[in-house]
């Protein structure tokens, strides 16, 4: 059975890219800006921006990761498919990465959509945002 990256690839939705250290580092700015705002929304008990910003965070944070690896996503969900073939699979993040990425995108579209959120997933998200940011800096760096 094909992978879900790979169909991404297949479908246009992921392409290679020429590795650009600009551009990891851009991502990098934007999660933490992201990260900044989701901060300041949760301190203020604004729990729905709360979610929202802080699943930007992550996925600026995986976006940067993807980037380093040469590749760019067109889709949220094939970038966590490039998050988890590029960079679980070779043991750079773990699961708590992608099941945060995969719960922050879940939790942020009832918010968005449906008007659905709570203090407890917004706290979750946050959290799972500044970890998700330590990690793609610290792969950043390296």
């Excluded at 934007?30 to 604004?46: G, K, P, T, V, Y």
Aim: aromatic share 8%.
């Amino acid at each position: 059975m094909r992978s879900r990256f790979e169909r991404c690839i297949e479908n246009g939705k992921i392409a290679q890219i020429r590795k650009d250290p600009a551009l990891v580092s851009k991502e990098i700015s934007e999660a933490e800006n992201d990260l900044e705002s989701a901060r300041d929304s949760l301190e203020r008990e604004n729990f729905k921006w709360a979610i929202v910003q802080g699943y930007y965070s992550q996925f600026h944070s995986l976006r940067a990761l993807v980037f380093k690896e040469g590749y760019r996503e067109k889709t949220h969900s094939c970038l966590r498919s490039a998050a988890e073939a590029l960079l679980l699979d070779k043991g750079l993040i773990d699961t708590e990465v992608t099941d945060g990425f995969s719960y922050a995108m879940r939790v942020r579209e009832a918010a968005d959509y449906n008007s659905t959120y709570k203090e407890d997933a917004a706290v979750d998200v946050v959290e799972t945002a500044e970890r998700t940011l330590g990690i793609a800096k610290a792969i950043v760096e390296k």
